[in-house]
């Protein structure tokens, strides 16, 4: 153990035992309890079985979790090196999955390999933290203000949210420019380009209606008055509310929700997983889902604070705000605060592709705490 401190302190390279010791192990145990969560739930869903779903989902998280770990061990110049090639290869994917993607409910999201399928949006969120936090490592303070250090990242965020409204993908095109912005505003880019780009927003509503498509317009109108549709668009938002509010304070019990037993409530192990949560465990039950997922999330941003390395700060933060914006859109969603727009909640939810991008940007954020604090290698 002396060997391990007196290393930590002349600033050679940290062998493999101090880096398993440096690792922010709490943030492991709580992705760990997220997880767990999701499988107790997905069996109960599925009446009392681990398959289909609660099985793959703890057996992908634990692998997934040993990655995480590995990566934690790898150096900080590797995801440095990779992150503007991974962007460029989620970009031709995004830019391919027109021609070769695979169609299903209506929209092609999915570029499918045989027996294995992936959705090349979710690698794209993970790229587009990687490829900006790597962009604003070289610029000072003083440069990140300049309008082509500006124009430049909403370049790299813009690219991808066209190419994934042309599939059409409205949640993953909105998750690009929430995760985009708010690296950029965590990267030092003053205030004033952000009211600015609110204002031409705003002013550009009425050209974003008329370029949407009608099932998104009836979307929007179902998410104003779902009363107008309640067998149709409006389905699944009024069978989450009913769901939510027959959990009361305490909750049906496990496995006691008719809203989910009797399968009343759509994409049940997916999207809307949270109501099925809010049916057995109630109001209480919530409460303590989002005390962790906000425990997680604080810890990552100290994380962040900790590290001198400017692409380790970005990258940390950058994976943090990934886990606050997919638990924000999925609960405003299955709330009824925001259309439905199809976004997981982080490590509950059932699904190979998100999984393993959260947790692939978890393992550059461990890598980052690692070796970013003292700019070890």
Known sequence: ????????????????????????????????ILAGIGTATLYSVSGGSFLPWAER??????VMLAVVVFMA??????????????????????????????????????????VISFQPSELMKLALVAALARYYVHLRSDEVGRLRNVLIPLAMIGVPVLLTLQQPDLGSAALFVALGLSLMFLAGVPMRYFAFG??????????????MHGYQKRRIEVFLNPGTDPLGAGYHITQSKIALGAGGIAGTGFMQGTQSQLNFVPEKHTDFIASIIGEEWGF???????AIYAALILMMMLMAQRCENRFARLAIAGSAMTFFVYVFINLAMVTGLVPVVGVPLPLVSYGGTSMTTLMLGLGIAMSAYVHGRDGRH
């Open 1 to 32: 153990m002396k060997a391990v401190y007196s290393a930590w302190n002349t600033g050679q390279p940290l062998r493999i035992g101090a880096k398993l010791l440096r690792v922010h192990w709490p943030v492991i145990v709580t992705t760990c």
């Open 57 to 62: 989902h703890t057996l992908r998280f634990l």
């Open 73 to 114: 061990t790898v150096r900080l110049e590797v995801w440095m090196k990779l992150a503007y090639p991974v962007y460029a290869v989620a970009l031709l994917t995004l830019a391919l999955v027109p021609y070769v993607g695979v169609e299903a409910l209506g929209a092609k999201r999915w570029i499918g390999a045989g």
């Open 198 to 211: 609110a204002i031409v927003a705003i002013a550009a509503l009425p050209a974003i209606w008329s370029g």
């Open 284 to 290: 209480t039950g919530m409460m303590v889902l989002l």
